[in-house]
């Protein structure tokens, strides 16, 4: 297992489109696991693989109070979603230490492989369905920061630099 480098808002790469995984390889299942290790370690409840640059539509989640049951998702569809929407505070793993009001559905029903190939359907409320929501738009290239205006998006292009410019130095 290794832990894997998460790409930093604006990183282009970020706008990535994922595309669909075509087989589950054994390589496959290794980017899981990293993912999975990855996620936990850096206090995350949800990782899309385009944040670790490979651009592929796989996503892990673990919303447990645990922190014990990971969830797998590859291909994942959002086949209904709730009209009513909600808005909350997200952050991500992408866009260190930066919170903020994004609207969601409440509820969504989700189609997708799990890491064995088996096709699952998931009906997400709460904090999964929201996660479930981050999380898929990141495989078509969005961040939660695109959902803010452009002044909140330019003042956190500008925090996220500054904090390059520091990691860097």
């Known amino acids: 297992m290794a832990l894997l480098n998460i790409l930093c808002y604006p990183d282009p790469r970020l706008h990535t489109v994922a595309k669909p995984v075509k087989e589950i390889k054994t390589e496959t299942l290794t980017l899981i696991e990293n993912m ?11 990782l899309a693989a385009t944040q ?29 979603a709730h009209p009513d929407r909600v808005k909350g505070e997200e952050g991500c793993l992408s866009v260190p230490n930066t919170y903020d009001s994004v609207e969601r559905a409440i509820e969504v029903k989700v189609k997708a492989l799990d890491k064995s190939g088996t096709l699952q359907e998931i009906h997400a409320t709460d904090l999964l369905a929201v996660c479930i929501q981050h999380e898929m738009d990141h495989l078509l290239g969005k961040v ?3 959902y803010l205006s452009p002044l909140k998006r330019n003042r956190i292009k500008t925090k996220m630099h500054k904090l390059q410019r520091e990691v860097n130095h």
């Open 36 to 46: 999975i290790e990855t996620m936990y370690e850096s206090n995350g409840i949800g």
């Open 52 to 80: 670790v640059d490979v651009h592929e539509r796989i996503i892990v989640m673990d919303v447990s109070d645990e922190r014990d049951s990971p969830m797998v998702l590859i291909n994942p569809e959002i086949i209904w």
């Open 144 to 146: 939660f920061v695109d």
